[in-house]
């Protein structure tokens, strides 16, 4: 089992900063990968960033260049993802989702955290 609890979002104004924290805890050896992705008002959640477990990252080409994905493991029992969030735009304005990839017996599962509303004003 694996648990993911986010923070840090919230209001800033354009060209401000934030940073993004899913802290995954459980069975953290198994997750393949993690990311973030957001989803705004009457939009499809859309992917904004993942790493994998060796390291590989991805991103959203809106949002390459501003936002960085980076995580750190500690005694093997809790794993944070962050997502560093430089040069907001308004339409940066959605609730942020953590996901974990895990593999099970016969499929991949796909763990939620509960999102974090980050609000970019103008």
């Known amino acids: 089992q694996v648990q993911l609890v986010e923070s840090g979002g919230g209001l800033v104004q354009a060209g401000g900063s934030l940073r993004l924290s899913c802290a995954a805890s459980g069975s953290i050896f198994s997750i393949r990968a993690m990311g973030w992705y957001r989803q705004a008002p009457g939009k499809q959640r859309e992917l904004v960033a993942d790493?994998?477990?060796?390291?590989?990252?991805?991103?959203?080409d809106s949002v390459k260049g501003r936002f960085t994905i980076s995580t750190i493991s500690r005694d093997n029992a809790k794993k944070t993802v962050y997502l560093q969030m430089n040069s907001l735009k308004p339409e940066d304005t959605a609730v942020y989702y953590c996901k974990a990839v895990v593999p099970g017996t016969t499929t991949i599962y796909s763990i939620w955290g509960q999102g974090t509303q980050v609000t970019v004003f103008s």
């Open positions: 790493i994998t477990s060796g390291g590989s990252t991805n991103y959203a």
